[in-house]
């Protein structure tokens, strides 16, 4: 079976400094993999997904994850954090062969002026 | 447009009122789904439908009964609510792996 663990509940960093979000995956197959932001009080928004071409993938308001088949990873990262980016964000794995979704237990990013 | 679009986006309620909430999403998806997101923000998948037919079916129980009258609608019917429904429902419908999520329908039960 598939799954994500979100190694940390809560990131706290300052507007400018980079953003690491770790995610790790545990998959039999070939995994399909994601990531969402949920801002306070809205619905979830993708920001990137791996679906097994570039092992780097680049998202919306310049995240971006690399795909890490020896670590099992798959971590988010952004060079520079901006106030806007504090958000809730979901690693999600897809269930392989449906488009079952399974999320992480989320990761909250502050961000410090 | 809203792509994914649910109603009400707030629904209070005494505990034992069976209530609904609507889904529609204009996206031309055949697969939709309900998730369930507690206190703690956990989402976890309830159920899944494709073209209007039952895929997935976690377990939840059966007071919650989801109902697609065509493959652009899928609603969600509680009966007899209790304390411990009190969530944030999200709809969303996919394609290709990539789902869309509506805005999410704060049910709070009193």
């Known amino acids: 079976a598939q799954s994500v663990t979100q190694l940390d509940s809560h990131v706290s960093v300052s507007e400018g400094t980079p953003v690491l979000l770790r995610c790790n995956y545990s998959?039999?197959?070939?995994?399909?993999l994601f990531w969402y932001v949920q801002h306070p009080n809205k619905g979830l928004q993708l920001l990137l997904k791996?679906?097994?071409?570039?092992?780097l993938v680049k998202g919306i308001n310049g995240f971006e994850a690399e795909f890490k088949k020896s670590e099992t990873s798959f971590h988010l990262t952004k060079p520079s954090a901006h106030m806007s980016d504090a958000a809730e964000y979901f690693c999600?794995?897809?269930?392989?062969?449906?488009?079952?979704?399974?999320f992480g237990t989320g990761t909250r990013l502050q961000v410090f002026p | 447009d809203t792509a994914v679009s649910q109603t009400p986006k707030y629904l209070v309620t005494q505990m034992g009122n069976d209530k609904s909430i609507k889904c529609e999403q204009n996206?031309?998806?055949?697969?939709m789904y309900w998730y369930k997101q507690d206190s703690k923000k956990f989402l976890k998948i309830m159920f899944s439908?494709?073209?209007?037919?039952?895929?997935i079916n976690e377990t939840v129980p059966n007071r919650f009964s989801p109902k697609s009258p065509d493959k652009a609608h899928l609603n969600l019917h509680i009966n007899s609510l209790e304390l411990g429904d009190s969530a944030v429902y999200f709809c969303?419908?996919?394609?290709?792996?990539?789902?869309?999520f509506g805005q999410g329908t704060r049910l709070t039960v009193v």
């Open positions: 969303a419908s996919s394609a290709e792996g990539e789902a869309f």
């Open positions: 791996y679906t097994s071409a570039a092992t």
């Open positions: 998959s039999s197959y070939s995994p399909s």
């Open positions: 996206l031309g998806h055949d697969t």
């Open positions: 999600v794995v897809s269930q392989h062969n449906t488009d079952k979704l399974i």
């Open positions: 439908y494709n073209n209007k037919e039952l895929i």
